[in-house]
């Protein structure tokens, strides 16, 4: 099975970026469609933004939208997610997911429920 490794959360002003990093090891990223999710206190965890294994199609959750990026490079194993423009409403632990194997090359999965592997998560912390 695939494990997950988050990095670059931590702490920016308003307006600032930040980068994700998701390192995939155990098995090749190129199997799976992945995902990034994100949980503030008291909230539920919710979906920011996914693409599919092909790479070819990208979903965003509406808050983040032309603000946030999801692309991936299969040689380095890796999924990224790059945060322009955040907002203190962005402040939440950052989890990357991958939905194992999927036959569905070009589908973005936007459902908790469908992803079978989750990384260990990262804070990102956005103060006005």
């Known amino acids: 099975q695939v494990q997950l490794a988050e990095s670059g959360g931590g702490s920016v002003q308003a307006g600032e970026s930040l980068r994700l990093s998701c390192e995939a090891s155990?098995?090749?990223?190129?199997?799976?469609?992945m995902g990034w999710f994100r949980q503030a206190p008291g909230a539920d965890r919710e979906f920011v933004g996914g693409?599919?294994?092909?790479?070819?199609?990208?979903d965003y959750a509406v808050p983040v939208q032309g603000r946030f990026t999801v692309w991936r490079k299969n040689d380095k194993n890796t999924v990224y997610l790059q945060m322009n423009s955040l907002t203190p409403e962005d402040t939440a632990v950052y989890y990357c997911?991958?939905?194992?194997?999927?036959?569905?090359?070009?589908?973005?999965?936007?459902?908790?429920?469908?992803?079978?592997?989750w990384g260990q998560g990262t804070q990102v912390t956005v103060s006005s």
């Open positions: 693409i599919s294994r092909g790479g070819g199609n990208t």
């Open positions: 997911a991958a939905k194992s194997e999927s036959s569905l090359w070009a589908y973005v999965f936007k459902m908790e429920s469908d992803y079978n592997y």
């Open positions: 155990g098995r090749a990223l190129s199997l799976y469609a």
